[in-house]
């Protein structure tokens, strides 16, 4: 017998490939809905309830707004975007976060013009080309809010309470963190001090920490090497060496947060990865999780189910008004469903319905797409098993979806113009005129 291509080595090109969705991009199937159903309704609602608007922006941008918000020398920029040049040989990145976006988009629509601070809600993906793992994705999406032309420390405040309150209507046990980084100006002196200190212990440093000493020393702060643990207990603290205004502003926060009773911690080591950030920054971690994520050793950070912070000098940095300031904050969500799976918050995993439509027969299932479609106009929540054809099946059906009636047309039904109304809880039988059956299952149900 002559050998197949395949027994020979060779590709079998009878057998079609099999693809696989690509690495840190996840379906989000079926099952997992109600959870983002959830999350996004409550987000939306406590949004909405605290007088943000909605805006939704393009996946894609000009690479040079990430690069100039978000910073060289940062990860997000130096190592994890998603950028190609298109065919217009224009270089593009796909959004690792929004917040460069919405000021671009503030300034764009001369948002300056209405009344400030102008507060914008987002919900939607981001990209970030990151080694994968539990709580880290390459594609995974954000609920942020950014408050621009405010220097109110109150607005910080809300940005953090409503995050707070939001995770926690979501069931979840969480700790904010917090921490003042002041102004850049403030923040020079601080660096050159903490550059200092870390240049003696420079031998102990690992290597990626050397180049963060040369180029970004304050994430030296939070990085996840063992070393740098025991050498910042006794590192200078960015606190002591903050300007008075963002001292007084910071005090103002504190007061805030406690009048609103969202608990807090102080954070002397929290920095934040991104370089726009100015005075407050914040971080939410959930209380519970280690069972969900253990496996990768930088816990910690991979566990913030939020952050953000003031960035007063970004909207100026990309052309705005001079001293814009500006405040906010973006949740993600996977990390957010990873907690409640995590902290095993209750959730209602069935669709549940009022009523259940079943056919049998041809002509009964023609004749059902048009009962079925007045009941859901009629705003009656129905579920349907056209493509079954067994009665006990499409009963059991109902049963699962706990509905209060079930409907049954048959064969007969049709003829006479007639359908069953069927009592689930009882079992109790009514044949009524299929032109009524709407108001009277309306009735049944109490509407
Ligand atoms: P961020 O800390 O980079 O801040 O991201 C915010 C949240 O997005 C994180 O706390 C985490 O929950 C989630 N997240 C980040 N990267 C990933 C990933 N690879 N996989 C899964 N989830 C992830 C920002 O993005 C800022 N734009 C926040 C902000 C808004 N600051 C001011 N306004």
Known sequence: MPKTKKEIGGIDDKKPKVYKSLRGFRDILPDSQVYWDKVE???RKIATDY?????RLPYLEQTQLFERSVGKGTDIVDKEMFSFVDPSNTKVTLRPEATAQVVRTYIEHGMLNKPQPVKLWYFGP??????????????????????????????DAQIIIICFR??????????VQINSIGT????????????????????????????????NPLRLLDSKEPEIQELKVDAPQIVDWLDDTSKQDFMKVLEYLDEAEVPYELNPFLVRGLDYYSK????IIPNVTREVVNENEEEKSQNALG???RYDGLVEMLGGREGTPAMGAALGIERIILAMKAQEVPINKQREIDVFFCQLGEAARRKGLSVFEQFRSAGITTGEAFGKGSLKTQLEMADKLK?????????????????????????????????????????????
């Open 51 to 55: 007088s943000f608007d909605r805006i």
């Open 126 to 155: 981001m990209f970030r080309h990151d080694r994968p793992q539990a709580g880290r994705y390459r594609q995974f999406w954000q609920f942020g809010l950014e408050a621009i032309g405010s220097n109110e420390p109150i607005i």
């Open 307 to 309: 952050g953000g912070g």
């Open 280 to 283: 407050t920054v914040f971080e």
């Open 41 to 43: 309704d409550a987000a």
């Open 184 to 215: 850049p100006e403030s923040r020079r002196d601080y660096i050159m001090e903490l550059v200092s200190y870390f240049k003696q212990f420079r031998r102990q440093l690992s290597e990626t920490d050397k180049k963060r000493l040369q180029k």
């Open 403 to 447: 509905a209060k009636v079930a409907l049954i047309l048959g064969q007969k039904e049709v003829l006479d113009g007639t359908i069953i109304i069927r009592d689930m809880e009882s079992g109790a039988q009514e044949i009524v005129d299929v032109k009524k059956v709407v108001e009277i299952v309306q009735k049944q149900l109490g509407g």
């Open 166 to 175: 939001l995770l926690k209507e979501l069931g979840l046990d969480v700790t």
